[in-house]
């Protein structure tokens, strides 16, 4: 055993030796949507993005076959540059003399759905975040169903506490017998319909049930697992157990062959996150990604075992906070999730998948969660439920249409607000209440698409709503995701296709005054000085954006001069000079005066007067 | 969504298919064995009776459509639909003992865990783009709209029918169907909330479910396919031809579509011996290429129908601003446009 892993190891270790000695690097991004190829080569001694293919994913029914969509993007790479890179339909390693075929190819993979994964036994609420947290930078799904005694012994136990008010979901009605049969039948019920590709067992013995709701766990599998050998679906289920450890072997014995036990620590604090995390993570792998139709061959191609785009994005987000020493925030506007990614410049890292949530076939589950009404405060002009309801139907059945005019390009773009929105909802309690970011990468299709770079950055501003001074970058290339894991084969390239490629797309700096912005009078005072000794001086309105001309590849110096009751970072009123020059950028220096949290004004007219005027001042 | 048969119509095609009428909790038993040759008419699975936890749901439970007693028969093509006490196999949804018909001809190949029968069977393929209902089987039947002035309550329609209506459905016509217990209905377009006030559902979570398909047995006993979608669209002269040409015959009907498990309704008309001798079999293709025919699938124009003129080079700015790989194409209606290659879905 020891002999195969070192094997392994070594396998490894020389196929790494030969991706960081390579000439050219295929990387793939499979969405849910849009499967994206980029080849990278060396010029002039520098990695460089030569050419990028675009296709449709083809997991699909007839294709059904991740590969087709891959070789689909790389045929308009060869369009492009005249190299070959695919013969007889296979991939051409290594890149030949003729300067034919790649030296290394790399995916990564966002298609193929979301780990659906159910917390049985004591689910609490806090045991359920937790695991949430854990589970956070995966593309996984979590529903949790408390055992119907401990459901009963919670409600019991909130009731007797005065002026408590019950667990959502566990009404007020006293727990009889009947009642536990009903929820027991009604949880049997949900695991069926929810369809779970895995399951974990939390919960210690220590309460008032004692181990009954991990043994209700475990006959709450066997049930479901009875009468799902009946079905189509198979068992047995994985099964993490991170709950009180001397009941494992008797769980297992319970659970028998419904489902495979793996046992982890058991689940108390966020001490516990990081096995969960990494079980769920191996979960995630085998049980999707190695069952996408075509992965045997993708894997074959692969100089590194494909990893999910959020992970590929994690990587690069925390690389870049390293290495620059600062704050950086990603999002990933995608079809079926939304990610949210915070780097600190000390090595704090926050990932959070909203996965389900997106603004192609997680459209459905966005506008349920959100409704219509917060999608349509964000359009400049009137639109009914249905038609909001039709164009979401349509653009699941449809993921990869592009826009085809004004109003369905607003639509998209209003979801797009709102699902980075909703993300950034669940962090902004927490972590995301202090993180003040200097960066801001922003990735994902209807972002990159974006018809002007004004628009791009108004959905950032109005979604993420930063303070004080931050910078935006849009992935327009798509490399983003791809470079967490070409950094994996080869970190020199990764680097340098980052500084030479995927940050060239600045959007500009921002500059967002907060605090108590005093109405219909000036917010701020900005003084711009350029490299050419002009000065600009611009006072800007509270409740305006205004942008000041500071081109790509342009700096300046930049002081601000706030009221006495707005902050630009230092405190009210105090007034900030920057000590290097800012970047400019495709859209300029932004003024985002329209105060934290920006409210949008109540009534419907004067809503939409007031979005197309932010719009025009922007460029958008 | 890509067609999963490839395009949208199939002339001969080979498939399998589980018969399953629908329902996650109904056991059943089969009544054909692998190797046996069926017709379409002949009951296949004998469903055993729900186990009953009506306490429990809160949607209502209704019966399956099945075997239960013969049927009156449906005039010939042409004739306006009256029935006579004659003929067919068919029957309308009913509680007690309840078979269910093949829908299909040809070899059985499996009988699965649940008692469904698995059919290999040369047919005539449809996809929808939207549906909703379980698989069910009847007989074609053409749906012919009386003149003005005729309210559709008057319109005679005949009972365990899968209908095919060539223009777009309204609420008041689906009801109209359910009453006179027509098993499917085929047609080209709904308003999304006619649809989903005849179904009592919420269509976004109907089709976003993780477990769609048992769903299905939970909507009003009409299973619908929507050959355009959402809206007001025609249905394509050459596809209302192409069912008429089948009129009569026993097919199967299935309105499950599912984003999450990339399923779409589809009709399937099992063909003879003969007539599949006599259809050109067809690989579908997919690359957009001049010359193919294509369905617009968003904007201004979705629903229409054309062929490809030409390809451009590079992207195309389109009216929204976006820059995308485009198309010249020539509508039915002589109409030349230009669309993007996203919105174009290949159909032949």
Redesign the interface.
Known sequence: MQTQLNQQEGQAAAHRKEAAAANSILVADCGSVLTKVSLLGLVEGQYRLMARGEAPTTLAAPQEDITRGIVQAINEIELVTGRQIIVDGHLLVPEQLDGNGVDVFVTTISAGGPLRLVVLGAASPTLTDLVRQAVSGLYAELHALPSPTFSASMAAGQLSQPGSTPLPGVGPAPWTPERLALEWRRQIDRLRELQPHAAIIVGMADGPTGATPIQEACQLLLNAAHEQREKTRTFPLPVLYAAAPQYVEASRRLINGAGEVMRLDPLVSTANLGPISMAASSLYERTILRRLPGSDTLWSWSAAAPVATATSLSSLVRFLAHHYTMNVMAVDAGGANTTLLLAGERGEFIPLVNAGIGVGSGLGELLKRVGSQNISRWLPFDVSDEELRQFVLNTMLHPHVVPSNQRELHISQAFAREAILLTAEALRTGALSNFSPDLILATGSVLAHAPRPAQAALILLDALQPRGVTSLVLDRTLLFQQLGAIATVNPVAAVQVNENDAVTHRLGTCVIPYGALPPDQIALRVVVEYSNGRQVQVEVMSGSIEVIPLRLNEQALLTLYPASTVDVGLGPGERARAAEEIDGGLVGLIIDARGRPLMLPADKAERQARLLQWSQAIGA | ??????WSVRLQVVVRRERWPGG?RA?AVALVYPGQMVEPDQPVIRLKHEER?E??SDLPRLSLPAVTRKLPAIQPAGAAHHLNDTGTMLAVPTLGEETVPAGLRGRVVDV???GGVVIESQVVAVQG??GAGPQVAGILTLWQALGKGNSCSRQPIPPGAILVVPGPLSFLLLRHALNSGVVGIIASSI???DLEGFLHA????L?????AE?LQSRLPPLTIMLTE???SLAMPARLLQLLSCYQGRVVLLSGW?S??Q?VLPELLISLTAAEAEALPAQE?E?TLVPGARVRI????Y?GRTGEILSLFLHRQ????????HAARILLEEGEVIV??L??L?RIG
């Not at chain 2, 089709?207 to 477990?211: F, L, R, Y």
């Open positions: 969504m890509a067609y999963p048969l490839g996650s056991g936890h306490e429990l699965t865990a649940r783009v939207l308003f999304l909330r919420d269509l976004l979570e089709v976003n479910s993780p477990n048992a979608g959402l809206g579509t984003v999450r990339r579908p997919l699938c968003c904007g201004d979705r700015r389109l009216p929204s601003g976006v820059y995308a669309a993007a996203s919105c879905d």
